[in-house]
Nanobody, 124 residues
């Protein structure tokens, strides 16, 4: 059974940083792309960042480019999201997801498994 467990969320002031982690188990982690998505109150879940199986390819939502960095450590079965220069509009529940293939994707339907989410709150 695949399990994805996020951690690292919390409250921070605008301009601050947080690093989210997502520990995966149950499948060969290094074979699949990983992604981060977020859902703000009253809004639909949206794409944030994705990384291919080998970390050779990444992609970001325009709203986070230059501020967020996705990375992975296949020896630790963990994917990370480093978030810098945080803004109040980054406030959301952040979800990690494991892809159906090795290719990175910004589409939710290309992800088979999801974590339970971790809250990020950015105050002005």
């Amino acid at each position: 059974q695949v399990q994805l467990v996020e951690s690292g969320g919390g409250s921070v002031q605008a301009g601050g940083s947080l690093r989210l982690s997502c520990a995966a188990s149950g499948r060969t982690f290094s074979s699949y792309a990983m992604g981060w998505f977020r859902q703000a109150p009253g809004k639909e879940r949206e794409f944030v960042a994705t990384i291919s199986w080998s970390a050779g390819s990444t992609n970001y939502a325009d709203s986070v480019k230059g501020r967020f960095t996705i990375s992975r450590d296949n020896t630790k079965n963990t994917v990370y999201l480093q978030m810098n220069s945080l803004k109040p509009e980054d406030t959301a529940v952040y979800y990690c997801a494991q892809g159906t293939t090795y290719r990175q994707s910004d589409r939710q339907y290309n992800y088979a498994y999801w974590g339970q989410g971790t809250q990020v709150t950015v105050s002005s």
